[in-house]
């Protein structure tokens, strides 16, 4: 088993930047993919970026290249996504996954932290 908990959403102006934090306990954590996804009202829920095991090489939708960062830090058992030059249409509920068996399907989820880009 494996227990998530986002934090550092919140509600920021278009332009600005974000930190999102994802805190994983229970298996090894070095030893499994994350990612993060969103889901804005009305809308499914969408992926975001991911990042392996291992060398923590990183993968991103082509809606956040260039503005989104992806890291992990396998001593503090923790994920980060770094968001830049935040947009309206970024705006939803971020949530964490663990353990990815490919780039959609993940075993173990957060609870979901909330995201508002102001105009």
């Known amino acids: 088993q494996v227990q998530l908990v986002e934090s550092g959403g919140g509600l920021v102006q278009a332009g600005g930047s974000l930190m999102l934090s994802c805190a994983a306990s229970?298996?090894?954590?070095?030893?499994?993919?994350m990612a993060w996804f969103r889901q804005a009202p009305g809308k499914e829920r969408e992926f975001v970026a991911a990042i392996s095991s291992g060398f923590g090489s990183a993968d991103y939708a082509d809606s956040v290249k260039a503005r989104f960062t992806i890291s992990r830090d396998n001593a503090k058992n923790t994920v980060y996504l770094q968001m830049n030059s935040l947009k309206p249409e970024d705006t939803a509920v971020y949530y964490c996954?663990?353990?990815?068996?490919?780039?959609?399907?993940?075993?173990?989820w957060g609870q979901g932290t909330q995201v508002t880009v102001s105009s």
């Open positions: 229970g298996r090894a954590f070095s030893s499994y993919a």
């Open positions: 996954a663990a353990e990815g068996r490919d780039r959609l399907s993940y075993n173990y």
